[in-house]
């Protein structure tokens, strides 16, 4: 049961970032686009932006009824990046809303743009943040010493910031990838010009984190190399590259949406298989995993049970709405 929790954790992370990421990544193309670019991103986002939280929410119950001590952590010792996360995604779907049924000054127009594109800043950013910390392992096992060691100490570092910008803009990548299936002749050069720029700027970023890794003594090149799974991942995602760029620049759709994909699962799954089975490296080395953190059977038993029937019914609904709003205006060459 617990293998089987743990993968569907792992998968909504997944759809997460693939489907939510590339919604805030849509107000960082802005940055790039500009006016020219966000009506074709408000029409891309409208009709699914909502949908795509499901992922992210159903990591959240996974945790809190799966793994308590686990969920424990990291909303008591990151509350602060998560906070921030919060308001960014709150901040950005009012915004969008407002913007999205403005009509009227251009004033008024602005200012919810400008608060779509910082909010889709603030949250892959922290999202990332937190993602560094429970990987550093600078986590305190109990709340004791001053409110900076226990409550900033954990992710205020030069590895989280830089797993922060990674993740930043992966999902800016993303959304370009995406969008230039929305494109029409005049915007389709400027979204391509973006994905390129955004993917060179991901490897830069990519290899500063395992820079900063090592220098924090995590040395995520060793790890990556220790686990077949890992490697694999990292290959197979290195070998995509080049088909990637083609499909981009014939504006194959399909293609290109199915390798950026897949690019991102390797990122993914290499990064689960080098943190299993643990889930949040505290100091000392007391760390959480999936054995010693997991609830009750009966309650595991109950969870996947639940997980079960919210995926029978949430898996058709998804295919049926991506079939109506996305699937339809795809055209492949």
């Given at each position: 049961m617990t293998e089987a929790i743990i993968s569907i954790l792992g998968i909504s992370i997944l759809l997460y970032v693939l489907l939510g990421g590339a919604d805030f990544g849509g107000g960082i193309?802005?940055?790039?686009?500009?006016?020219?670019?966000?009506?074709?991103?408000?029409?891309?986002?409208?009709?699914?932006?909502?949908?795509?939280?499901?992922?992210?929410?159903?990591?959240?119950?996974?945790?809190?009824?799966?793994?308590?001590?686990?969920?424990?952590?990291?909303?008591?010792?990151?509350?602060?990046?998560?906070?921030?996360?919060?308001?960014?995604?709150?901040?950005?779907?009012?915004?969008?809303?407002f913007r999205y049924y403005h009509t009227g000054a251009d004033s008024i127009y602005n200012y919810y743009t400008s608060f779509f594109r910082i909010s889709s800043l603030i949250t892959p950013f922290f999202l990332g943040i937190v993602l560094g910390a429970i990987m550093l392992g600078r986590i305190p096992v109990t709340p004791e010493g001053s409110f900076y060691h226990v409550f900033l100490f954990p992710w205020l570092n030069?590895?989280?910031?830089?797993?922060?910008?990674?993740?930043?803009?992966?999902?800016?990548?993303?959304?370009?990838?995406?969008?230039?299936?929305?494109?029409?002749?005049?915007?389709?050069?400027?979204?391509?010009?973006?994905?390129?720029?955004?993917?060179?700027?991901?490897?830069?970023?990519g290899l500063t984190v395992f820079l900063a890794s090592e220098y924090y003594q995590i040395h995520l090149f060793m790890q990556f190399r220790q686990t077949f799974i890992s490697m694999f991942c990292v290959v197979f995602a290195t070998i995509l590259i080049p088909f990637l760029w083609i499909a981009i620049s014939q504006k194959n759709v399909l293609r290109t949406r199915l390798l950026a994909g897949t690019q991102t699962a390797c990122i993914v799954?290499?990064?689960?298989?080098?943190?299993?089975?643990?889930?949040?490296?505290?100091?000392?080395?007391?760390?959480?995993?999936?054995?010693?953190?997991?609830?009750?059977?009966?309650?595991m038993y109950l969870l996947l049970v639940s997980l079960g029937v919210g995926i029978v019914i949430i898996i058709p609904a998804f295919a049926y709405l991506f079939k109506i709003f996305k699937f339809s205006n795809v055209h492949v060459k």
């Amino acid at each position: 049961m617990t293998e089987a929790i743990i993968s569907i954790l792992g998968i909504s992370i997944l759809l997460y970032v693939l489907l939510g990421g590339a919604d805030f990544g849509g107000g960082i193309i802005e940055f790039f686009a500009g006016r020219k670019g966000a009506d074709i991103i408000s029409r891309a986002m409208a009709p699914v932006w909502e949908a795509n939280h499901i992922w992210i929410i159903l990591a959240v119950v996974i945790l809190f009824n799966g793994f308590p001590m686990v969920y424990t952590c990291i909303t008591t010792y990151l509350h602060i990046p998560l906070l921030l996360v919060l308001t960014g995604i709150i901040i950005r779907g009012a915004a969008f809303t407002f913007r999205y049924y403005h009509t009227g000054a251009d004033s008024i127009y602005n200012y919810y743009t400008s608060f779509f594109r910082i909010s889709s800043l603030i949250t892959p950013f922290f999202l990332g943040i937190v993602l560094g910390a429970i990987m550093l392992g600078r986590i305190p096992v109990t709340p004791e010493g001053s409110f900076y060691h226990v409550f900033l100490f954990p992710w205020l570092n030069l590895f989280a910031v830089t797993t922060g910008i990674f993740v930043t803009l992966l999902f800016g990548w993303i959304a370009s990838v995406y969008l230039i299936g929305e494109s029409t002749g005049n915007t389709f050069p400027l979204f391509r010009q973006t994905s390129y720029r955004l993917f060179i700027m991901l490897i830069i970023s990519g290899l500063t984190v395992f820079l900063a890794s090592e220098y924090y003594q995590i040395h995520l090149f060793m790890q990556f190399r220790q686990t077949f799974i890992s490697m694999f991942c990292v290959v197979f995602a290195t070998i995509l590259i080049p088909f990637l760029w083609i499909a981009i620049s014939q504006k194959n759709v399909l293609r290109t949406r199915l390798l950026a994909g897949t690019q991102t699962a390797c990122i993914v799954t290499g990064w689960f298989a080098v943190q299993f089975p643990v889930m949040v490296y505290r100091a000392g080395g007391n760390n959480l995993t999936v054995w010693n953190t997991q609830a009750t059977e009966k309650t595991m038993y109950l969870l996947l049970v639940s997980l079960g029937v919210g995926i029978v019914i949430i898996i058709p609904a998804f295919a049926y709405l991506f079939k109506i709003f996305k699937f339809s205006n795809v055209h492949v060459k």
